[in-house]
């Protein structure tokens, strides 16, 4: 069998980049024309040679792109070819962790001991209220496993775009209701389980925050996955984070997952700042009684907790139906200040705001958590 570089594009056009979701050539990743060469005495391989070019050196799909290529090579061209990938970036090296976001003043990490207490229909809507307020805000889904954003802010067709800056190949944000917006369900398939292993998961989750160009922001919210885990750990060991917020509901189950949350946050290895507690779901009221209120998940729970634990009792916020609708159809309640909902998270934006500035001026500047 003879080989010539066209048959070798010709294999490498048929591996997709999951990072563009178009082939290696339709991506432009294929640097040079790939060399051949044949075997000096018979009965020696082939060689090929490719150079593929990544927009980054911690693109977390280069591993498993170059393994891809490999084997597209080999099934088109023959199993005993002997294949040589190169692999070069276009980008400048990413920043230091010490130097990320530096036009970012107070990072705010919404937080929940347990998932279904509605910790990301509390994060989205502080993220419009504090906009609504006059606040650059930016908000970031690292919810790598389940998530919610796109839908929440009705922009799940939309794909962020790459811009050149300082030599280096940014993610812009995606932005509406004036919040710059990113999130994992931006580039995976929202029908699809995303299946990564804990280091692709967190690698993704540093591109997300490192190469973005999220510019200057008074806010930079963190919608956190339930419980603790790898995730929360890369946060904390990349970001500096002013204040943990920590959202349950009043059940006791609840609170119990809420304790470990804020022992997570005030580790003597970690010590972020608990700003404060927010109380979802704290009673229901039906539209055709908006006077009554019935404790379906327990009365004051928060509250209890918040006096245990010495940190504020930010915001209680009602279980009606409306918030669930808006979140669905991605128009959060918070964006009608005009209603009891609305009016509700504008408050609590106002409460973060208060805080967070009492924060900064009695305590000093989180560090970022330097554990194993």
């Known amino acids: 069998m003879t080989l010539y570089p066209q048959l070798i594009m010709d294999a490498l056009a048929t ?39 990544f927009p980054r050196d911690t693109d977390p799909f280069l591993k498993s792109t170059v393994k891809a290529a490999e084997a597209a090579i080999k099934y088109h061209c023959g ?18 962790v010490e130097d990320l976001l530096p036009g970012v003043k107070n990072i705010i990490a919404v937080s929940s001991g347990k998932g279904g207490v509605g910790k990301s229909t509390v994060s989205a809507n502080l993220a419009i209220a504090l906009a609504r307020l ?26 962020p775009y790459a811009v050149k800056k300082d030599g280096r190949d940014l993610i812009c944000p995606i932005e509406k209701y004036g919040v710059k917006l990113l999130s994992i369900g931006f580039f995976v398939s929202p029908t699809t389980a995303t299946l990564w292993r804990g280091g692709m998961a967190t690698s993704a989750l540093k591109q997300l925050i490192a190469d973005a160009d999220w510019g200057e922001l008074d ?45 997570m946050y005030r580790n003597e290895k970690v010590n972020v700042p608990i700003l404060g507690l927010i109380e979802n779901m704290a009673w229901f009221t039906p539209a055709e009684l908006p006077e009554n209120r019935y404790y379906i998940f327990g009365r004051e729970g928060c509250k209890a907790l918040a006096q245990e634990m010495n940190v504020p009792l930010l915001a209680q916020i009602p279980l ?12 959060p309640a918070a964006l009608s200040s005009d209603t009891a909902t609305g009016l509700a998270f504008i408050n609590l934006a106002q409460a973060v705001v208060t805080v967070v500035n009492r924060r900064n001026k009695e305590q000093p500047p989180t560090h970022i958590v330097g554990m194993k």
Request: hydrophobic letters at 40%; aromatic letters at 6%.
């Open 15 to 53: 591996v997709t980049y999951a990072g563009t979701k178009k082939s290696l050539v339709e991506s432009g990743m294929v640097a040079d024309t790939p060399t051949v060469a044949a075997p000096a005495k018979e009965g020696e391989p082939w060689h090929v040679k490719v150079v593929l070019e």
């Open 79 to 96: 199993q005993d070819v002997d294949v040589e990938i190169i692999t070069e970036f276009k980008s400048a090296p990413r920043p230091q």
């Open 219 to 263: 806010y930079f919210i963190l919608d956190t996955p339930p419980g603790t885990s790898d995730i929360h750990l890369t946060l904390l060991q990349t970001l500096p984070i002013t204040g943990a917020v920590i959202v349950s509901t009043p059940q006791q189950v609840a609170l119990a997952d809420a304790r470990k949350g804020i022992d």
């Open 320 to 331: 009606v139906q409306s918030i669930c609708d808006s979140g669905d159809a991605g128009t």
């Open 134 to 159: 006059g606040y650059k805000v930016g908000l970031l889904d690292t919810d790598i496993f389940g998530p919610s954003m796109p839908k929440m802010f009705d922009v799940e067709d939309e794909r």
